[in-house]
T-cell receptor, first 119, second 114 residues
Framework: DAGVIQSPRHEVTEMGQEVTLRCKPISGHNSLFWYRQTMMRGLELLIYFNNNVPIDDSGMPEDRFSAKMPNASFSTLKIQPSEPRDSAVYFC?????????????????FGAGTRLSVL | ELKVEQNPLFLSMQEGKNYTIYCNYSTTSDRLYWYRQDPGKSLESLFVLLSNGAVKQEGRLMASLDTKARLSTLHITAAVHDLSATYFCAVVSTRRGGADGLTFGKGTHLIIQP
């Protein structure tokens, strides 16, 4: 398996522009997570989905942030409008939960991340 | 609100030495994860600890969990340079719909010098 795939790897944009980050989870996984990593705040959970349904978006910082998962193999995180304080590395992770799965159940596998710079 | 505290946050040690990283968390949780992150890279799962007294070992790394004390440790034995990385512990903060939302510690930045 190719693992969790994120695109783009790097994004540089200007304040006020719309930014869309993309994620393809591991095939067969039914949960997907979006995290943000900064030096000041560390790793923060933004939102997660189970079976394509948003379960908990309490970590989404503002209404400028939105996330969708239209099907089991694709998710997007959108920031509109972007601000310099949104500059961070955004990680997507996926896991398998529910019946079965053994010890590997619920372990989250992370993508390579998208480094976002908002100027 | 769940708090996860790691210490130390920075650690420089010599090859061949032993050391322990500590992870304290503020509320009960039935599982704890350890991850490794190399500079500029993604996070790699190391261990998942599921019960009180659980101990897992992989090479020079050994992780343990004491749910009563809300404490996990990551012990490094006879450190080698390749273990230089940032190590994170993570605790389940929410569980809904069969998925675990995690709260991560700040990470321990480990440098192992020859």
């Amino acid at each position: 398996d190719a693992g969790v795939i994120q695109s783009p790897r790097h994004e540089v944009t200007e304040m006020g522009q719309e930014v869309t980050l993309r994620c393809k989870p591991i095939s067969g996984h039914n949960s997907l997570f979006w995290y943000r990593q900064t030096m000041m705040r560390g790793l923060e959970l933004l939102i997660y989905f189970n079976n394509n349904v948003p379960i908990d978006d309490s970590g989404m910082p503002e209404d400028r942030f939105s996330a969708k998962m239209p099907n089991a193999s694709f998710s997007t995180l959108k920031i509109q409008p972007s601000e310099p304080r949104d500059s961070a590395v955004y990680f997507c992770a996926s896991s398998f939960g529910g019946l079965g799965g053994g010890i590997a159940k619920n372990i989250q596998y992370f993508g390579a991340g998208t480094r976002l710079s908002v100027l | 609100e769940l708090k996860v505290e790691q210490n130390p946050l920075f650690l420089s040690m010599q090859e061949g030495k032993n050391y322990t990283i500590y992870c304290n968390y503020s509320t009960t949780s039935d599982r704890l994860y350890w991850y490794r992150q190399d500079p500029g890279k993604s996070l790699e799962s190391l261990f998942v600890l599921l019960s009180n007294g659980a101990v897992k070992q992989e090479g020079r790394l050994m992780a343990s969990l004491d749910t009563k004390a809300r404490l996990s440790t990551l012990h490094i034995t006879a450190a080698v340079h390749d273990l230089s990385a940032t190590y994170f512990c993570a605790v389940v903060s929410t569980r809904r719909g069969g998925a675990d939302g995690l709260t991560f510690g700040k990470g321990t930045h480990l440098i192992i010098q020859p």
